[in-house]
């Protein structure tokens, strides 16, 4: 009876293993390409944008503002979503190293929490209607430190989620 018991939990700390692996994966997967995509948005919209006067711009937002929001709101959120679960089956598994797992979690939803500090506001404001240039230029200046915040918080997610997948890695080879 405690060998089966034994065997047991050893199958279901394998098992949790690989869960573990898997969504530190697909965490680093997303979150990898949410970063990339945002450091895109920044090095080649923002200076497109930057060349607009405010009547081009707002026409060329309403047009493609739906598409922004398609492409980028569902990699900031899974890259958070997956980021917290892969910190959650690290603390469940007891699987180490547990600090750089929620760190990836913590500036995942970090880059969640500037939607709703900056961009919400700012994206309907560049919405609402054609701005003045001298306005325009000013917004996107404002808009374009708040993507590099965002940049900087992806990056580290990203980052931190690589270290948690090597160091736990590292640990299961030893």
């Not at 711009?57 to 990699?75: D, M, R």
């Not at 917004?139 to 900087?152: A, D, K, M, N, V």
Request: charged share 10%.
């Amino acid at each position: 009876m405690g060998t089966q018991i034994n065997q047991m939990e050893t199958e279901q700390g394998i098992l949790l293993s690989r869960l573990t692996s898997c969504l530190t994966f697909l965490a680093i997967l997303v979150l990898g390409l949410s970063a990339g995509a945002s450091l895109a948005e920044a090095t080649l919209l923002v200076p497109f944008w930057k060349t607009m006067s405010g009547m081009e711009f707002f026409a060329w937002y309403q047009g493609n503002k739906e598409t922004l929001v398609a492409f980028y709101s569902p990699l900031q959120i899974w890259s958070a979503v997956l980021a917290v679960l892969a910190a959650a089956s690290h603390w469940i598994s007891r699987r180490s190293p547990l600090w750089s797992a929620l760190l990836s979690a913590l500036f995942a939803l970090g880059v969640l929490a500037t939607f709703f500090l900056f961009f919400k506001d700012a994206n309907a404001g560049l919405a609402a209607g054609p701005m003045s240039d001298n306005d325009l230029q000013a917004s996107l200046l404002t808009w374009e430190i708040w993507q590099w915040i965002r940049i900087g918080l992806a990056t580290l997610a990203f980052g931190f989620a690589v270290i948690s997948a090597l160091w736990s890695g590292a640990q299961i080879r030893a």
